[in-house]
């Protein structure tokens, strides 16, 4: 799992929250997701199944795609499909992923890249592995996550940010048992590069076997752990935690993971991607690919995407490696 490595002894270190002044946040829920397809195929975990919304706002679903080492001819992406009304961030961990949408942009992401693209008032997009990565197969793991918008900003201009690895601000832990890269929001006074409409905070973070990290966490947010690889615990009551469960934690202005001394051989750390929020508290409907406030505006959704309105597949064209697809003549 390279994603974006460093010396954790040369970071800047985020400091332990003082207990007497901040409250530990407790471990409300712990979830585990279940499998299935997406797209044209590709095994996902659906990390957020099983967790009422109001728990998650203002995160609407979260898919870890792979982890999964495809054989020559396998790898699998999506056709084309429409969104409105939120936002995709796809962080890719291993392997590389090809995007693009009916407004001329997209791009290719790799180990430790992520693609925000805020969907807005609605557009057309596809993704999939590059065709060198369908000959070859190879290793493929990432992230999708949907954050929602709130009712002012649904009907934005779509737009990108394409966040290379490199971006991330990198941190470690007091002890320096731990990487942490804040892709977006901020962590201890450090800010990383994803801008977002509404405010939030998401972090992957390595923890070495028998190191514990303590956070501090904004406590207008809410919290949430999802485990991608490795086996831990969550929270000061040490709730167990694996690849593939969610613990949704309660209020207070400090959380808690640690790694178990004792982890999987094929996987040498506990990888924690950590999210938080500012909970939006609108009405949310819901619908395939569109997240909107009302059944009215899903039902339009559907009128506009059936008449052409969100956009038309563009003709083929190969996207940069460090940029946005360009604009057509």
């Known amino acids: 799992m390279p994603a974006i490595t460093a010396d954790t002894l040369t970071l800047p ?3 332990v929250p003082d207990p007497a002044a901040v409250g530990r946040r407790p471990v409300r829920s712990v979830t585990t997701a279940p499998s299935g397809f997406e797209g044209e195929g590709f095994p996902v975990r659906r990390a957020f199944a099983g967790v009422p919304q109001s728990m998650l706002d203002p995160f609407i679903h979260m898919d870890q795609m792979g982890e999964v080492e495809y054989a020559p001819g396998e790898p699998k992406g999506t056709s084309w499909h429409p969104h409105r009304g939120f936002e995709t961030v796809t962080y890719i961990i291993d392997g590389i992923f090809e995007h693009q949408d009916s407004n001329g942009g997209g791009g290719v992401i790799t180990n430790g ?8 008032s ?27 918008l709130p009712r002012a ?9 394409d966040i290379r690895g490199r971006q991330t601000a990198l941190l470690a832990s007091a002890d320096g048992g731990a990487l942490l890269r804040v892709i977006a929001g901020e962590l201890d006074g450090h800010p990383g ?13 390595t923890v070495a076997p028998g190191a514990r990290l303590e956070l501090p966490w904004n406590p207008g947010f809410n919290a949430l752990a999802y485990v991608l690889a490795g086996q831990g615990f969550a ?3 040490r709730r167990p935690v694996r690849k593939g469960q969610l613990a949704v934690f309660g209020e207070g202005g400090a959380l808690t993971v640690a790694a178990d001394p004792a982890q999987p051989q094929a996987e040498p750390n506990l990888e924690v991607l950590l999210l938080g929020g500012q909970p939006i508290r609108e009405p949310v409907v819901h619908y395939g690919p569109f997240v909107m406030n009302t059944r009215a505006e899903i039902i339009q959704a559907m009128d506009d995407y059936q008449a052409g309105r969100l956009g038309v597949v563009p003709a083929e064209r190969l996207p940069h490696a460090d940029g946005p697809v360009p604009e057509g003549d």
């Open 235 to 237: 929270g000061d009551e």
């Open 113 to 120: 890249d992520t693609q925000w693209m805020t969907a807005g």
């Open 153 to 161: 900003h649904k009907f934005h201009l779509p737009r990108y940010q």
């Open 13 to 15: 270190r985020v400091a």
């Open 193 to 205: 590069p994803g801008v977002t409409f509404t405010p939030i905070t998401m972090v992957h973070a």
């Open 122 to 148: 609605g557009l057309l997009h596809i993704e999939k592995p590059p065709e060198h990565l369908v000959i070859s197969g190879g290793l493929f793991h990432g992230v999708q996550l949907w954050v929602n």
